[in-house]
């Protein structure tokens, strides 16, 4: 399975939260992960601001490596705007789908690992594949 993850899908990859479970069973099927690169920028902000240990830091290292970071094209901002009036989500999380559902064209199996209830209620909206 080729995953688009958000960060909400990578933080239980490291930190014992309610969704550790799922996460590691995602991670055990995925044969791919793609992930915004900004997504970097939240997991270790939160890895930070949760004291996390050396032993967490070694671990998100080694997960980084194995993820494919997108960015997206050159002036994305107002598609961006435009994409997300309908959806009304936070600014990340905007980002995050927006992200996803342009990699979704380029890798049509993509299916987006998220366990943030907003983002995954506006993904099916507009019938975009989740884990």
């Known amino acids: 399975m080729d995953v688009f993850l958000d960060t909400s899908a990578v933080l239980p990859l490291l930190l014992n939260e309610p969704n550790t479970h799922a996460a590691l069973a995602m991670w055990q099927e995925q044969r791919s992960a793609w992930a915004w690169s900004w997504m970097a920028v939240e997991a270790e902000a939160a890895l930070i601001r ?5 032993a967490i830091w070694r671990q998100w290292r080694n997960l980084e490596r194995n ?3 997108v960015d997206p094209e050159h002036g994305w901002e107002v598609s961006l705007r ?9 600014a990340a999380d905007a980002g995050h789908l927006f992200v996803f559902d342009r990699a979704l064209r380029a890798i049509p199996d993509l299916k987006l690992a998220s366990f943030d209830h907003e ?13």
């Open 50 to 54: 949760r004291k996390a240990s050396e």
């Open 67 to 69: 993820i494919a970071w």
């Open 82 to 90: 435009d994409f997300n009036r309908a959806l009304g989500l936070r």
């Open 119 to 131: 983002m995954r209620e506006a993904a099916r909206r507009i019938n975009l594949p989740l884990v």
